[in-house]
């Protein structure tokens, strides 16, 4: 398949983006690793009248950890978070291993990934587990939206088209955080993925927070507080089954709902025991 005709545009810098996105207007798109919005092209699924490519702007790809918790650049490769090993931010590089095939690892990025909104994708979920802030810049200035609020539904989020997410930041180190999933084959999306955070005093559990994908439009916080509760396998096993009660997943050539919510309730109780330990 070959893509609708497109005019294709490169951007050096932030500013230069935003003034070509504000030139070209509401049917251009940004091009960032292309590992998603190419195929998307090709099967006429996206057709925007003109492309900015982001990939030459410097200084867009890096994690850095400081006082405030971990930033990372929104060309930031998802290879490179996987090989980066950001103590209080382990659970990324961990979870880097179930994005796509080391091809896509190389080219597809951090930024590209949050804003292309895709319930399944790891960063998605982790966004919202990890309580992560978004960092728009367009042309009224900077604004970061909360990640919990910033993916909308099916593929939609609050960026708005003039809009170029240039950063993604973790206020808080998560030590004991864990994100697994399903898939049919080594590298597809997910079919569900659950992710879960908890604080731990002792063989306790103090505070917990559990994110699914692919049971929804968009990521899934799940109401469970496991606090006062002990660390232990039949917490994991009991949690796992509140949040299949709490999904209603769609049905697809993928997997039934009431399958999905099986997956979840074994998903979830597995994520809690990685991320115990
Ligand atoms: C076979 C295959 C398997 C895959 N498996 C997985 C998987 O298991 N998990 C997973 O998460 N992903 C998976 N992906 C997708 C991959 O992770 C993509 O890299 C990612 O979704 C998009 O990142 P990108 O940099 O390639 O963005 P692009 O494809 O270039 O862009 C995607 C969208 O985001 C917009 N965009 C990109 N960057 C920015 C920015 N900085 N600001 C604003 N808008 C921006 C674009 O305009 C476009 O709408 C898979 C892809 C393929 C081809």
Request: hydrophobic share 45%.
């Amino acid at each position: 398949m070959k893509p609708a005709a497109f005019t294709y545009h490169r951007a050096y810098d932030v500013n230069d983006t935003i003034a070509q996105l504000a030139e070209l207007g509401q049917d251009a798109k940004i091009l960032a690793g292309g590992q998603s919005l190419v195929a998307m092209m090709n099967f006429r699924l996206a057709r925007p009248s003109a492309l900015v490519d982001i990939t030459r702007i410097a200084g867009l790809d890096y994690l850095e950890r400081d006082a405030h918790g971990l930033r990372i650049g929104a060309l930031t490769r998802h290879r490179t978070v996987e090989t980066t090993k950001v103590d209080g931010f382990r659970v990324l590089a961990r979870a880097a291993r179930w994005i796509g095939h080391y091809p896509i690892r190389c080219r597809g990025t951090f930024g590209g990934s949050i804003a292309h909104g895709d319930s399944t994708a790891e960063w998605c979920v982790l966004a919202v587990l990890l309580e992560a802030q978004v960092v728009l810049q367009g042309p009224r200035g900077r604004r970061e939206v909360p990640a919990t609020e910033f993916f909308h539904g099916f593929f939609m989020t609050a960026a708005q088209p003039d809009e170029m997410i240039v950063e993604v930041r973790f206020p808080k180190p998560a030590p004991h955080a864990a994100l697994t999933e399903f898939s049919q084959r080594q590298g597809d999306f997910a079919i569900v993925a659950a992710s879960a955070r908890l604080d731990l005093a002792e063989d306790e559990v103090r505070t917990s927070r559990i994110v699914l994908g692919g049971v929804g439009q968009q990521p899934v916080v799940v109401d469970a507080d496991l606090a006062g509760q002990p660390a232990n396998e039949e917490t994991w096993r009991a949690a796992g089954e509140t949040a299949a009660a709490q999904v209603d997943p769609p049905s697809d050539g993928h997997g039934s709902s009431a399958y999905r919510k099986k997956l979840t309730a074994a998903l979830v109780a597995r994520a809690l025991a990685e991320a115990a330990a």
